[in-house]
Antibody, heavy 119, light 106 residues
């Protein structure tokens, strides 16, 4: 069955950098768009980025554009989110999710990885 | 930028029908997707493209959308339906989530 497992969430200081990863299995990863969605403690869902199946198309939310970079390794079924210049407001659980394409729903989600930005 | 507005909370008596609304300008012209998030869990898709259920989602869950309002309807509400529910649309190749509605089953 479809499985998405995030990893890499840790405590990091403001201004610091971090890369989180998502390992996919159980489906044809290279055929799917992939996305990162985050949820601050006690708050709602916030979409932050998605990437097309080939990697040719990337989109970002205004809140992270210029600081975060999404990437993927289709050979190894991996999705990444490089996060630079982290701020306290980036503290959240980061979920990866798969989708069939642009304008599709998020059909599978990982369990999330917690990123805490604090001094 | 496009915005979706959901009530903060909705209460429903056990076995009755709950309606969770999602308001947005001309939302009826967009496909609306709905997600359920139970405490401590990741979100899960319960309705896609306004009124379609993924496999494994009970028929008690349905959706509709028209004008400026989309609605998620849960009939014969059960204790296990207590969760946060989020609507979601796409607008100009960007993903928009509603603020979420907490459903309480009394």
């Amino acid at each position: 069955q479809v499985q998405l497992v995030e990893s890499g969430g840790v405590l990091v200081k403001p201004g610091g950098s971090l890369r989180v990863a998502c390992t996919a299995s159980g489906f044809s990863f290279s055929d799917y768009f992939m996305s990162w969605i985050r949820q601050a403690p006690g708050k709602g869902l916030e979409w932050i980025s998605y990437m097309s199946a080939s990697g040719a198309t990337k989109r970002y939310a205004d809140s992270v554009r210029g600081r975060f970079i999404i990437s993927r390794d289709n050979a190894n079924n991996l999705l990444f989110l490089q996060m630079d210049n982290l701020r306290a407001e980036d503290t959240a659980v980061y979920y990866c999710a798969s989708l069939g394409g642009s304008y599709h729903p998020f059909d599978s989600w990982g369990q999330g990885t917690l990123v805490t930005v604090s001094s | 930028s496009y915005e979706l507005t959901q009530p903060l909370s909705v209460s429903v008596a056990l076995g009755q029908t709950a309606n969770i609304t999602c308001e947005g300008y001309n939302i009826g012209t967009k496909y609306v997707h709905w997600y359920q998030q139970k405490p401590g869990q990741a979100p899960a898709l319960v309705i896609f493209r306004d009124n379609n259920r993924p496999s494994g989602i009970p028929e008690r869950f349905s959706g509709s959308s028209s004008g400026n309002t989309a609605t998620l309807t849960i009939t014969r509400a059960q204790a296990g339906d207590e969760a946060d529910y989020y609507c979601q649309v796409w607008d100009s190749h960007i993903v928009i989530f509603g603020g979420g509605t907490g459903l309480s089953v009394l």
